[in-house]
């Protein structure tokens, strides 16, 4: 089982990047799927969550707005596009899959997590 997160990067405040994770060794669509980050000397924080099959999701007040969460079930991949970055979004952003769409912010819930790719606003 493996979650990996691409497509974190250096960004000016304003700009955009699309976060990619790519899950492979289990059924993504049995998987409520989210996206948390966690920021130097902070706990892990829920930013977007998408139920198993696309129909529902949820947006940390922070990022209403401004980011979107998705899934293709049959890639086997999840995005979280994030349009006007501010520096408070810098952190290291994590793919999460859960079963239990009750448990979605709770970390410790999570059955898999990536190894998480790093987000930077900065000028």
């Known amino acids: 089982v493996q979650l990996v997160e691409s497509g974190g990067g250096l960004v000016q405040p304003g700009g955009s990047l699309r976060l990619s994770c790519a899950a492979s060794?289990?059924?993504?669509?049995?998987?409520?799927m989210a996206w948390f980050r966690q920021a130097p000397g902070k706990e892990r924080e829920l930013v977007a969550a998408i139920e198993n099959y696309g129909v529902g999701t949820r947006q940390v007040d922070s990022v209403k707005g401004r980011f979107t969460i998705s899934r293709d079930n049959v890639k086997n991949m999840v995005y979280l596009q994030m349009n006007s970055l501010k520096r408070d979004d810098t952190a290291v952003y994590y793919c999460?899959?859960?079963?239990?769409?009750?448990?979605?912010?709770?970390?410790?819930?999570?059955?898999?997590w990536g190894l998480g790719t790093q987000v930077t606003v900065s000028s």
């Open positions: 999460g899959a859960v079963t239990k769409w009750s448990d979605i912010s709770t970390p410790s819930s999570y059955d898999y």
């Open positions: 060794g289990f059924a993504l669509k049995t998987y409520h």
